[in-house]
Each structure stands twice: as structure tokens, then as C-alpha cells.
Nanobody, 121 residues
């Protein structure tokens, strides 16, 4: 069982930055591929980024967002730069056992409660 707790969301102006954190319980964090997803009002939850041995990004955030992990701290991060109003959403951290990342939300077994990111114009 893995429990995930996100933090770091908030309100930021267009062009600003935020850093999301996701703290995971358990002693086998390094055995999990981690992902970030987001869900805007009225839209489906969509893939943002994932990391196992390497990182992978959705085209919409490539070059602006950076995912990283600290296995010693059982934490995964999402550094978000050059934010725009289209990035406004609830951001969710997710985990799947194994070292193959996935862009599909139904392939992640564990989810956090989400953290709100709002970008004002």
C-alpha cells in the first residue's frame, strides 16, 4: 500500500512558477514509477509527466515543466515554469509498481488527493 500526499499548489500569475511535491509512504518508493496528472473543470484527467529511470512529458508542458524524484526522501516533484491559465487544474500525483512509466491513468494504482493550481491572466 502506498499513500501519496501532494502539496505546493496555489494561485500564481501568468508566467509564474510553482513547485509541487508529492510525499509517498512506504519503503519501496524506488520501485514505483511516478506520474503527475491534472484535471481542469469539466475535462478529463490528463497526463502531465512521469518518471522512472527517465522522464516523460506531455507535449503541452514539455520545456516548461520538470519532474524529478528523491528516492531518499520518498518524494516526487513537479517544477512548473512559464505557467499560463490553461495550466489551471487540480494536479494529482500517482504511482504504479514497476519501472515502466505510463501515460494512462488507469495504469496507476495509487493516487493522492490532489492540489489546486490556479493561474490568473
Amino acid at each position: 500500500q502506498v499513500q501519496l500526499v501532494e502539496s505546493g499548489g496555489g494561485l500564481v500569475q501568468t508566467g509564474g512558477s510553482l513547485r509541487l511535491s508529492c510525499a509517498a509512504s512506504g519503503r519501496t518508493f524506488s520501485s514505483y514509477a511516478m506520474g503527475w496528472f491534472r484535471q481542469a473543470p469539466g475535462k478529463e484527467r490528463e497526463f502531465v509527466a512521469a518518471i522512472s529511470w527517465s522522464a516523460y512529458y506531455a507535449d503541452s508542458v514539455k520545456g516548461r515543466f520538470t519532474i524529478s524524484r528523491d528516492n531518499a526522501q520518498n518524494t516526487v516533484y513537479l517544477q512548473m515554469n512559464s505557467l499560463n491559465p490553461e495550466d489551471t487544474a487540480v494536479y494529482y500525483c500517482a504511482a504504479r509498481y514497476g519501472l515502466d512509466y505510463s501515460t494512462k491513468r488507469n495504469e496507476y494504482y495509487y493516487w493522492g488527493q490532489g492540489t489546486q493550481v490556479t493561474v490568473s491572466s
